[in-house]
């Protein structure tokens, strides 16, 4: 079975401070991995996948992610965020047939 | 704009009345899936196509609701005899066919549900 935790549920930081949302799956198979991020009464925007290659892959507006298959994790990043990046994201793992999501961080910046 | 497209938007309604959902994908994606969402949660899985043929449904889904793709294009989404329970955001999404899920999804804007 595959499942996805985000271990923080809500993370309030300052405006331009950097920013860690943390990701670990569990999976008994070869995962791909995204971030979603959604803004009230929307859809979801695609931030970043991993599908293979390098480890850290970049996404936009500035945001980075480091998979990490010993520690099953794919925690989200960025060295400095913005008034505009107060929102929900969301942690995906894809095994073939469907996307499973975490519960979601909801990203406050703070002006 | 080739995104997804969902329609209604926003869907009030009455518990007991019928009420159905229509998803357009991004031409060319043979996937389709439907998640609902509610407030403070991730999507949650309701079902998937491959072209016009339903191959994944989950346990979540009742009989209550049910899913359709005609000639693999656009899909519907019906709930009957709607409840309290199922005021959620309805999402849609596609993807192309890649070797086993290496693509992301293409969401829609979602439909919100609300039944009083």
């Known amino acids: 079975a595959q499942s996805v935790t985000q271990l923080d549920s809500q993370v309030p930081v300052f405006e331009e401070a950097p920013v860690e949302l943390r990701c670990n799956y569990s999976?008994?198979?070869?995962?791909?991995l995204f971030w979603y991020v959604q803004y009230p009464n929307q859809g979801l925007q695609l931030l970043l996948k991993?599908?293979?290659?390098?480890?850290l892959v970049k996404g936009i507006n500035g945001f980075e992610a480091e998979f990490n298959k010993s520690q099953t994790s794919f925690h989200l990043r960025k060295p400095s965020v913005h008034i505009s990046d107060t929102a929900e994201y969301f942690c995906?793992?894809?095994?073939?047939?469907?996307?499973?999501f975490g519960t979601g961080t909801s990203l406050t910046v703070i002006p | 704009d080739t995104g997804v497209s969902q329609d209604p938007r926003h869907k009030i309604t009455k518990r007991g009345q019928n009420v159905t959902f229509r998803c357009d994908p991004i031409?060319?994606?043979?996937?389709l899936y439907w998640y609902r969402q509610t407030l403070g949660q991730g999507p949650e899985f309701l079902t998937y196509?491959?072209?016009?043929?339903?191959?994944?449904k989950s346990r979540l889904l009742s009989d209550r609701f049910s899913a359709e793709r005609p000639k693999g294009s656009f899909s519907t989404l019906e709930i009957q005899r709607t409840e309290q329970g199922d005021s959620a955001m309805y999402l849609c999404?596609?993807?192309?066919?890649?070797?086993?899920?290496?693509?992301?999804?293409?969401f829609g804007q979602g439909t919100r549900l609300t039944v009083v």
């Open positions: 031409s060319e994606h043979n996937r």
């Open positions: 991993y599908l293979s290659g390098s480890t």
């Open positions: 999976s008994s198979v070869s995962v791909y």
């Open positions: 196509f491959q072209n016009e043929a339903q191959l994944e």
């Open positions: 995906a793992v894809n095994t073939g047939n469907q996307f499973y």
């Open positions: 999404a596609s993807s192309p066919r890649r070797d086993r899920g290496r693509t992301e999804a293409f």
